[in-house]
C-alpha cells in the first residue's frame, strides 16, 4: 500500500502515543516479551514510521521487557535453493565463492520489513551469529536469547526461538502479516518427529579465512504455516486483531508452537 493510500484511509496519524494504546489494547504490557513481525504498508499513516512503532513497543515493555525481530539473511544461502527468483546454475560457483560473508554488524536483513531493517540498525539492538537465520533483540533477556545460536538446527531449541520458547509468556504479534510469516512455527518443525532433516551450508570466516561449513537442520517450509494457523484458531479461538489499522494477530508462542508441532506429527 502507498503512503498516499494509508494517509487517505486513515482518520488520523498513528503516533507514538496512539500506538502505544493499540498495542496495550491488545495484551501488550510492561516486561512482556515478544517476537515482532511487521508489514508497515498494511498499518494506516503512521507519524514517523517504522522508528515510531519501534518506540512504542519499547516504551510500553520497558527495558524489563524484551523485543525481539528475525533478520534473516536468505541471499547468503546456497543459490540452488533459490526460488523467487532462481538463478541460471552456471552463476551458482560464483555466488557461493564471492558473496560477501555474515557480518552481524553490516550484513543487511532481507525481505523482513523496514521495521525489522529499522530495529537492526539501532545502537542498542544486538543480533545473532547465524549466517541465515540470525534475530535481533533488545531488552532484559537480550543477552540470553541470542547467545548459543549454532549454525545446526538455526530455528531450534538452541534458537533465540527456542530461548523464547523457555520464557512462559512470550507473545507473538503479527502486524499486517499473517502465519506464512510466523517465524516461530519453523520451531514446531524442530521439535515435530515427521519433519526430515536435510543437510545445509554456509560461508563462515574461520581463522581468517573463508570456509565452507556443512550441516544438519530440518527441512523448513512455511508452505503449510497459513493452515496451522486457521487449525489453531479453529480449537482456540479468533486471533484477529486491527492495530493501526493492520490486520493483526497476537499469540502465546509456546501454545501455538506445541500446537503447530503436534499438527505436524500428525
Same mark, same amino acid.
Given at each position: 500500500?502507498?503512503?498516499?493510500a494509508?494517509?487517505h ?5 498513528? /503516533? ?7 498495542? %496495550? ?10 517476537i515482532? @513481525?511487521?508489514s508497515?504498508? !498494511?498499518?494506516?499513516? =503512521? ?5 515510531? =512503532? ?5 516504551s ?6 524484551t523485543?525481539v ?7 547468503l544461502?546456497d ?6 527468483p532462481p =538463478?541460471?546454475?552456471?552463476?551458482w560457483?560464483?555466488? !557461493?565463492?564471492? /558473496?560477501?560473508?555474515?557480518? +552481524?554488524?553490516?550484513?543487511?536483513? %532481507?525481505?523482513?520489513?523496514v521495521i525489522?531493517? /529499522?530495529?537492526? %540498525?539501532?545502537?542498542?539492538v ?9 534475530f535481533?533483540?533488545?531488552?532484559? @533477556? ?10 545446526? @538446527?538455526g ?11 523457555e520464557?512462559?509468556?512470550?507473545k507473538?504479534?503479527l502486524?499486517?502479516?499473517d502465519n506464512?510469516k510466523?517465524?516461530?512455527? @519453523?520451531?514446531a ?11 545445509a ?5 574461520e ?8 550441516y ?15 487449525a ?8 484477529? !486483531?486491527?492495530? %493501526? ?6 499469540? +502465546?508462542?509456546?501454545e501455538? =508452537? ?7 506429527d500428525?
Amino acid at each position: 500500500m502507498s503512503e498516499k493510500a494509508s494517509i487517505h484511509r486513515s482518520t488520523m496519524p498513528y /503516533t507514538v502515543t496512539r500506538l502505544q494504546a493499540e498495542f %496495550a489494547a491488545v495484551g501488550i504490557e510492561k516486561g512482556d516479551s515478544i517476537i515482532f @513481525h511487521a508489514s508497515l504498508s !498494511q498499518a494506516g499513516w =503512521v507519524c514517523g514510521g517504522a522508528i515510531a =512503532v519501534i518506540d512504542a513497543l519499547q516504551s510500553l515493555l520497558t527495558e524489563e521487557g524484551t523485543l525481539v525481530m528475525p533478520a534473516q539473511t536468505a541471499g547468503l544461502s546456497d543459490p540452488k535453493d533459490w526460488e523467487n527468483p532462481p =538463478v541460471p546454475e552456471e552463476w551458482w560457483d560464483t555466488i !557461493q565463492a564471492e /558473496t560477501p560473508v555474515y557480518d +552481524k554488524d553490516r550484513t543487511p536483513s %532481507a525481505n523482513m520489513g523496514v521495521i525489522a531493517e /529499522t530495529f537492526r %540498525a539501532l545502537k542498542d539492538v544486538k543480533r545473532s551469529e547465524h549466517p541465515y537465520y540470525s534475530f535481533t533483540a533488545w531488552g532484559k @533477556h537480550a543477552d540470553w536469547i541470542l547467545e548459543g545460536q549454532t549454525l545446526e @538446527h538455526g530455528f531450534g531449541k538452541n534458537s533465540p526461538l527456542g530461548k523464547l520458547y523457555e520464557i512462559e509468556a512470550s507473545k507473538i504479534i503479527l502486524f499486517g502479516v499473517d502465519n506464512d510469516k510466523n517465524t516461530s512455527l @519453523h520451531l514446531a518443525e524442530e521439535l515435530s518427529s515427521k519433519i526430515p532433516l536435510k543437510t545445509a551450508n554456509a560461508a563462515v570466516i574461520e581463522n581468517g579465512k573463508r570456509v565452507r561449513k556443512y550441516y544438519q537442520e530440518k527441512a523448513y517450509d512455511s508452505d503449510q504455516f497459513i493452515k496451522v494457523g486457521e487449525a489453531y484458531e479453529k480449537t482456540h479461538g479468533d486471533h484477529k !486483531q486491527t492495530i %493501526a489499522l493492520a490486520p493483526s494477530k497476537v499469540y +502465546k508462542m509456546k501454545e501455538i =508452537v506445541d500446537f503447530a508441532a503436534s499438527y505436524f506429527d500428525r
